[in-house]
C-alpha cells in the first residue's frame, strides 16, 4: 500500500509574521463586515502575538472577559476593542470609503 501524502491543519497564525501581515488580516476581517470572522481573526491576532494570559495582564481585563469577548457570540464594546489592540501595539483607525468604480 502505498503511503499517502500527509496534510497538516492551515493556521492562519503560522503566517502572521509582521504587524503589517497582521494589520492587513485585521482590515480585511474588518471589511468583510461579518462579526463572528472579525473576532475570530482577533483571536488569531492574540494568539500569534502573545496568548490570553499576556493579554490579560496587558489589559487588565481577566483571561475569562476575554475569552467572552473574543468568543464567536462575544460582542465586545469599543472600549475593550480599543483597549485589546492598543495592548497588541495596534490602533483602530478610520478611513473614507473608495467610490465605485
Given at each position: 500500500m502505498a503511503e499517502r501524502d500527509k496534510t497538516t491543519p492551515y493556521d492562519p497564525v503560522d503566517y502572521l509574521e509582521s504587524p503589517e501581515d497582521i494589520a492587513e488580516y485585521l482590515n480585511a476581517a474588518i471589511e468583510d463586515g461579518n462579526e463572528q470572522l472579525m473576532l475570530a481573526v482577533m483571536r488569531d491576532?492574540?494568539?500569534?502575538?502573545?496568548?490570553?494570559?499576556?493579554?490579560?495582564?496587558r489589559t487588565g481585563l481577566s483571561r475569562e472577559a476575554l475569552y467572552s469577548t473574543l468568543s464567536e457570540n462575544?460582542?465586545?464594546r469599543l472600549?475593550?476593542?480599543?483597549?485589546i489592540l492598543h495592548a497588541l501595539g495596534l490602533e483602530l483607525s478610520v478611513r473614507p470609503r473608495g467610490r465605485a468604480a
Open positions: 491576532v492574540v494568539r500569534a502575538m502573545m496568548g490570553m494570559s499576556e493579554l490579560a495582564q462575544g460582542n465586545p472600549s475593550s476593542l480599543v483597549e
